[in-house]
Protein backbone atom coordinates (compact mmCIF):
# COMPACT_ATOMS: atom_id res chain seq x y z
CA UNK A 1 0.00 0.00 0.00
CA UNK A 2 1.28 3.40 -0.65
CA UNK A 3 -0.31 6.86 0.03
CA UNK A 4 2.27 8.89 -2.14
CA UNK A 5 4.71 7.80 -4.32
CA UNK A 6 8.56 9.27 -5.07
CA UNK A 7 8.73 9.41 -8.40
CA UNK A 8 12.21 10.90 -8.68
CA UNK A 9 14.73 8.60 -6.95
CA UNK A 10 16.41 10.79 -3.71
CA UNK A 11 20.18 10.94 -3.84
CA UNK A 12 20.56 8.94 -0.30
CA UNK A 13 24.51 8.24 -1.07
CA UNK A 14 25.62 11.09 -2.43
CA UNK A 15 25.10 12.34 1.65
CA UNK A 16 26.26 8.78 2.97
CA UNK A 17 29.40 9.93 4.41
CA UNK A 18 27.35 12.93 6.18
CA UNK A 19 24.78 10.97 7.67
CA UNK A 20 27.75 7.97 8.93
CA UNK A 21 29.49 11.43 10.67
CA UNK A 22 26.48 11.80 12.65
CA UNK A 23 25.84 8.57 13.59
CA UNK A 24 29.34 8.01 14.45
CA UNK A 25 28.98 10.90 16.26
CA UNK A 26 25.83 9.71 18.25
CA UNK A 27 27.20 6.50 18.67
CA UNK A 28 30.88 7.71 20.88
CA UNK A 29 28.33 10.14 22.56
CA UNK A 30 26.03 7.26 23.83
CA UNK A 31 29.14 5.11 24.93
CA UNK A 32 30.66 8.49 26.88
CA UNK A 33 27.25 8.35 29.03
CA UNK A 34 27.43 4.58 29.31
CA UNK A 35 31.05 4.98 30.37
CA UNK A 36 30.27 8.00 32.68
CA UNK A 37 27.02 7.68 34.11
CA UNK A 38 25.99 3.76 33.73
CA UNK A 39 23.04 2.43 33.34
CA UNK A 40 20.27 3.02 36.19
CA UNK A 41 19.60 -0.60 36.57
CA UNK A 42 16.53 -1.63 38.46
CA UNK A 43 15.57 -4.06 41.26
CA UNK A 44 15.91 -6.72 39.45
CA UNK A 45 19.73 -6.20 38.51
CA UNK A 46 21.15 -4.84 40.91
CA UNK A 47 18.85 -6.75 44.06
CA UNK A 48 16.14 -5.77 46.66
CA UNK A 49 12.88 -6.02 48.40
CA UNK A 50 9.33 -7.38 46.36
CA UNK A 51 6.48 -7.01 48.55
CA UNK A 52 2.95 -8.19 47.16
CA UNK A 53 -0.01 -6.72 48.83
CA UNK A 54 -4.04 -7.63 48.25
CA UNK A 55 -6.71 -5.21 48.95
CA UNK A 56 -10.31 -6.14 49.29
CA UNK A 57 -11.21 -3.51 46.03
CA UNK A 58 -9.37 -1.69 42.72
CA UNK A 59 -6.90 0.73 44.26
CA UNK A 60 -4.86 3.38 41.84
CA UNK A 61 -0.88 2.87 42.52
CA UNK A 62 0.15 6.62 42.60
CA UNK A 63 -1.26 7.55 46.07
CA UNK A 64 0.44 4.32 47.01
CA UNK A 65 3.57 5.53 45.57
CA UNK A 66 3.24 9.01 46.85
CA UNK A 67 2.79 7.60 50.67
CA UNK A 68 6.26 5.92 50.34
CA UNK A 69 7.76 8.51 48.91
CA UNK A 70 6.82 10.36 52.10
CA UNK A 71 8.52 7.72 54.09
CA UNK A 72 11.92 8.29 52.19
CA UNK A 73 11.13 5.03 49.54
CA UNK A 74 11.56 7.56 46.35
CA UNK A 75 12.61 4.86 44.29
CA UNK A 76 9.97 2.50 45.12
CA UNK A 77 8.68 0.85 42.03
CA UNK A 78 4.59 0.01 42.51
CA UNK A 79 2.35 -1.51 40.31
CA UNK A 80 -0.38 -3.63 39.52
CA UNK A 81 0.38 -7.26 39.69
CA UNK A 82 -2.10 -9.58 38.41
CA UNK A 83 -5.55 -7.52 39.25
CA UNK A 84 -6.02 -4.12 40.00
CA UNK A 85 -6.41 -5.23 43.38
CA UNK A 86 -2.71 -7.04 43.80
CA UNK A 87 0.35 -4.51 44.16
CA UNK A 88 3.52 -5.20 44.15
CA UNK A 89 6.22 -2.84 45.69
CA UNK A 90 10.05 -3.10 44.39
CA UNK A 91 12.18 -1.80 46.30
CA UNK A 92 16.67 -1.39 46.16
CA UNK A 93 18.80 -2.87 48.69
CA UNK A 94 19.47 -0.74 51.59
CA UNK A 95 22.23 -0.76 53.90
CA UNK A 96 21.74 -1.70 57.72
CA UNK A 97 18.20 -2.77 57.02
CA UNK A 98 17.27 -6.13 55.88
CA UNK A 99 14.56 -7.83 54.08
CA UNK A 100 11.96 -7.92 56.91
CA UNK A 101 12.27 -4.88 57.96
CA UNK A 102 11.48 -2.77 54.85
CA UNK A 103 8.31 -5.02 54.00
CA UNK A 104 7.16 -4.51 57.41
CA UNK A 105 7.75 -0.21 57.05
CA UNK A 106 5.93 -0.84 53.40
CA UNK A 107 3.00 -2.88 55.01
CA UNK A 108 2.80 0.25 57.98
CA UNK A 109 3.21 2.68 55.58
CA UNK A 110 0.08 1.33 53.23
CA UNK A 111 -2.08 0.09 56.38
CA UNK A 112 -1.62 4.01 57.38
CA UNK A 113 -3.44 5.74 54.05
CA UNK A 114 -7.02 6.32 54.11
CA UNK A 115 -9.16 3.62 52.22
CA UNK A 116 -9.38 -0.62 53.20
CA UNK A 117 -6.33 -2.51 54.71
CA UNK A 118 -3.74 -4.29 52.56
CA UNK A 119 -3.25 -7.85 53.26
CA UNK A 120 0.35 -9.29 52.66
CA UNK A 121 0.80 -11.78 50.37
CA UNK A 122 4.49 -12.31 49.83
CA UNK A 123 7.96 -11.12 50.77
CA UNK A 124 10.95 -12.01 48.54
CA UNK A 125 14.51 -10.85 48.53
CA UNK A 126 16.26 -10.69 45.47
CA UNK A 127 20.00 -10.97 46.17
CA UNK A 128 22.81 -9.19 44.07
CA UNK A 129 24.11 -12.67 43.19
CA UNK A 130 20.63 -13.40 40.79
CA UNK A 131 20.83 -9.60 39.77
CA UNK A 132 24.50 -10.38 38.03
CA UNK A 133 22.91 -13.65 36.59
CA UNK A 134 19.88 -11.72 35.04
CA UNK A 135 22.47 -9.09 33.82
CA UNK A 136 24.47 -11.97 32.34
CA UNK A 137 21.77 -13.76 30.90
CA UNK A 138 20.05 -10.56 29.16
CA UNK A 139 23.70 -10.04 27.84
CA UNK A 140 23.75 -13.55 26.08
CA UNK A 141 20.54 -12.95 24.94
CA UNK A 142 21.87 -10.14 23.02
CA UNK A 143 24.93 -11.81 21.94
CA UNK A 144 22.89 -14.66 20.68
CA UNK A 145 19.69 -12.47 18.42
CA UNK A 146 23.18 -10.56 16.91
CA UNK A 147 24.95 -13.81 15.78
CA UNK A 148 21.59 -15.48 14.49
CA UNK A 149 20.32 -12.26 12.48
CA UNK A 150 23.97 -12.49 11.30
CA UNK A 151 23.72 -15.99 10.12
CA UNK A 152 20.22 -15.54 8.91
CA UNK A 153 21.41 -12.29 6.78
CA UNK A 154 24.40 -14.43 5.52
CA UNK A 155 22.64 -17.02 4.56
CA UNK A 156 19.62 -15.07 2.80
CA UNK A 157 21.97 -12.54 0.91
CA UNK A 158 25.38 -12.15 1.42
CA UNK A 159 28.54 -11.35 3.94
CA UNK A 160 28.40 -8.29 3.14
CA UNK A 161 25.06 -7.26 4.19
CA UNK A 162 25.11 -9.12 6.92
CA UNK A 163 27.89 -7.31 8.43
CA UNK A 164 26.20 -3.95 7.30
CA UNK A 165 23.04 -4.99 8.89
CA UNK A 166 25.16 -6.02 12.40
CA UNK A 167 26.34 -2.85 12.26
CA UNK A 168 22.84 -0.55 12.16
CA UNK A 169 21.99 -2.80 14.95
CA UNK A 170 24.70 -2.31 17.34
CA UNK A 171 24.26 1.21 16.23
CA UNK A 172 20.69 1.59 17.50
CA UNK A 173 21.05 -0.60 20.46
CA UNK A 174 23.85 1.63 21.69
CA UNK A 175 22.05 4.64 21.19
CA UNK A 176 18.87 2.87 23.00
CA UNK A 177 21.78 2.43 25.88
CA UNK A 178 23.08 6.06 25.78
CA UNK A 179 19.47 7.53 26.17
CA UNK A 180 19.06 5.70 29.35
CA UNK A 181 22.27 6.14 30.43
CA UNK A 182 22.33 10.08 29.85
CA UNK A 183 18.63 10.44 31.68
CA UNK A 184 19.09 7.95 34.56
CA UNK A 185 15.65 6.50 33.26
CA UNK A 186 15.52 3.07 34.90
CA UNK A 187 16.33 -0.26 33.27
CA UNK A 188 14.43 -2.99 33.94
CA UNK A 189 14.03 -6.54 32.31
CA UNK A 190 10.91 -5.01 30.50
CA UNK A 191 13.52 -2.60 29.27
CA UNK A 192 15.35 -5.00 27.95
CA UNK A 193 12.90 -6.84 26.26
CA UNK A 194 12.07 -3.41 24.50
CA UNK A 195 15.12 -4.04 23.02
CA UNK A 196 15.41 -7.21 21.93
CA UNK A 197 11.80 -6.72 20.30
CA UNK A 198 13.51 -3.45 18.48
CA UNK A 199 16.15 -5.50 17.17
CA UNK A 200 13.81 -7.28 15.64
CA UNK A 201 12.13 -5.08 14.18
CA UNK A 202 14.83 -3.08 12.49
CA UNK A 203 16.06 -6.43 11.49
CA UNK A 204 12.60 -6.57 9.21
CA UNK A 205 12.85 -3.73 7.72
CA UNK A 206 16.64 -3.72 6.99
CA UNK A 207 15.89 -6.99 5.04
CA UNK A 208 12.87 -5.66 3.10
CA UNK A 209 15.62 -2.54 2.12
CA UNK A 210 17.94 -5.58 1.08
CA UNK A 211 15.49 -7.06 -0.76
CA UNK A 212 14.82 -4.44 -2.66
CA UNK A 213 18.16 -4.25 -3.55
CA UNK A 214 18.88 -7.15 -4.62
CA UNK A 215 15.68 -7.10 -6.95
CA UNK A 216 16.88 -4.01 -8.41
CA UNK A 217 20.10 -5.20 -9.22
CA UNK A 218 18.89 -7.58 -11.40
CA UNK A 219 16.28 -5.76 -12.96
CA UNK A 220 18.28 -1.87 -13.67
CA UNK A 221 21.05 -2.93 -15.83
CA UNK A 222 22.27 0.55 -16.81
CA UNK A 223 22.34 1.84 -13.04
CA UNK A 224 25.36 1.81 -10.82
CA UNK A 225 25.93 1.01 -7.31
CA UNK A 226 24.88 4.29 -5.29
CA UNK A 227 21.61 4.84 -7.89
CA UNK A 228 20.66 1.28 -7.33
CA UNK A 229 20.86 1.79 -3.31
CA UNK A 230 18.86 4.63 -3.63
CA UNK A 231 16.07 3.70 -6.02
CA UNK A 232 15.38 0.64 -3.44
CA UNK A 233 15.00 2.86 -0.45
CA UNK A 234 12.98 5.54 -2.51
CA UNK A 235 10.42 2.82 -4.09
CA UNK A 236 10.40 1.43 -0.08
CA UNK A 237 10.12 5.21 1.72
CA UNK A 238 6.31 5.66 1.52
CA UNK A 239 5.91 1.71 3.06
CA UNK A 240 8.38 2.54 5.77
CA UNK A 241 6.49 5.72 6.90
CA UNK A 242 3.40 4.15 6.72
CA UNK A 243 4.86 0.98 8.73
CA UNK A 244 6.39 2.86 11.41
CA UNK A 245 3.77 5.95 11.87
CA UNK A 246 1.34 3.22 13.10
CA UNK A 247 3.63 1.82 15.04
CA UNK A 248 4.93 4.52 16.43
CA UNK A 249 0.81 5.64 17.26
CA UNK A 250 0.51 2.60 19.12
CA UNK A 251 3.14 2.91 21.45
CA UNK A 252 2.68 6.70 22.12
CA UNK A 253 -0.90 5.27 23.50
CA UNK A 254 0.81 2.65 25.36
CA UNK A 255 3.65 5.95 26.59
CA UNK A 256 0.95 8.17 27.30
CA UNK A 257 -1.94 6.11 29.25
CA UNK A 258 0.18 2.81 30.13
CA UNK A 259 1.42 4.65 33.67
CA UNK A 260 4.92 4.26 34.99
CA UNK A 261 4.68 0.08 34.53
CA UNK A 262 5.00 0.19 30.86
CA UNK A 263 6.50 4.06 30.55
CA UNK A 264 10.23 2.79 29.87
CA UNK A 265 9.37 -0.31 28.04
CA UNK A 266 7.09 2.18 25.66
CA UNK A 267 9.81 4.82 25.35
CA UNK A 268 12.69 2.38 24.43
CA UNK A 269 10.38 0.85 21.78
CA UNK A 270 9.87 4.58 20.80
CA UNK A 271 13.48 5.43 20.11
CA UNK A 272 14.19 2.01 18.45
CA UNK A 273 12.07 2.58 16.01
CA UNK A 274 12.62 5.95 15.30
CA UNK A 275 16.48 5.02 14.97
CA UNK A 276 15.47 1.45 13.48
CA UNK A 277 13.87 3.52 10.45
CA UNK A 278 16.75 5.86 10.25
CA UNK A 279 19.37 3.00 10.64
CA UNK A 280 17.68 0.86 7.81
CA UNK A 281 17.86 3.55 5.33
CA UNK A 282 21.19 5.16 6.17
CA UNK A 283 23.62 3.20 7.86
CA UNK A 284 23.26 -0.24 6.85
CA UNK A 285 22.79 0.39 3.06
CA UNK A 286 25.98 2.89 2.95
CA UNK A 287 28.17 0.34 4.63
CA UNK A 288 27.00 -2.31 1.79
CA UNK A 289 28.32 0.50 -0.37
CA UNK A 290 31.34 0.98 0.89
CA UNK A 291 31.67 -2.73 1.12
CA UNK A 292 31.76 -3.19 -2.57
CA UNK A 293 28.22 -4.88 -3.16
CA UNK A 294 27.75 -4.90 -7.01
CA UNK A 295 25.47 -6.70 -9.92
CA UNK A 296 27.95 -9.87 -10.27
CA UNK A 297 26.93 -11.07 -6.52
CA UNK A 298 23.60 -11.67 -7.60
CA UNK A 299 23.52 -12.42 -11.27
CA UNK A 300 24.80 -15.83 -12.25
CA UNK A 301 27.08 -16.10 -15.42
CA UNK A 302 25.13 -18.03 -18.01
CA UNK A 303 26.83 -21.48 -19.17
CA UNK A 304 27.33 -21.41 -22.84
CA UNK A 305 26.10 -24.71 -24.34
CA UNK A 306 29.13 -26.48 -25.84
CA UNK A 307 28.55 -27.72 -29.42
CA UNK A 308 27.99 -30.94 -30.02
CA UNK A 309 31.02 -32.73 -31.45
CA UNK A 310 29.37 -34.63 -34.97
Known sequence: ????????????????????????TLVLLA?????????????????????????????????????????????AQVQHFGSARDVLVRLPTREGMDSDRISENVLATLQAMDGPDPELRRVEFVGPQIGDELAADGALALLFVLIGIMIYLALRFEWRFSLAAIVAILHD????????????WDFSLAVLAAVLAALGY???????????????FKKKRGMNTPEVINHAITRVISRTIITH???????????????ETLHYFSLALAISIIFGMYSSMLVSSPVVMWLGVSREQFIKPKKEKEEAVV
Open 173 to 184: MIVILGFFALFQ
Open 245 to 259: TTTLMVVFTMLIFGG
Open 1 to 24: MEFFRVNNDIPFMRHAVKFNVFSV
Open 202 to 216: SVNETVIIFDRIRET
Open 31 to 75: IFFLVTRGLNLSVEFTGGTLVEVSYPEAVQVEPIRQALSREGYTD
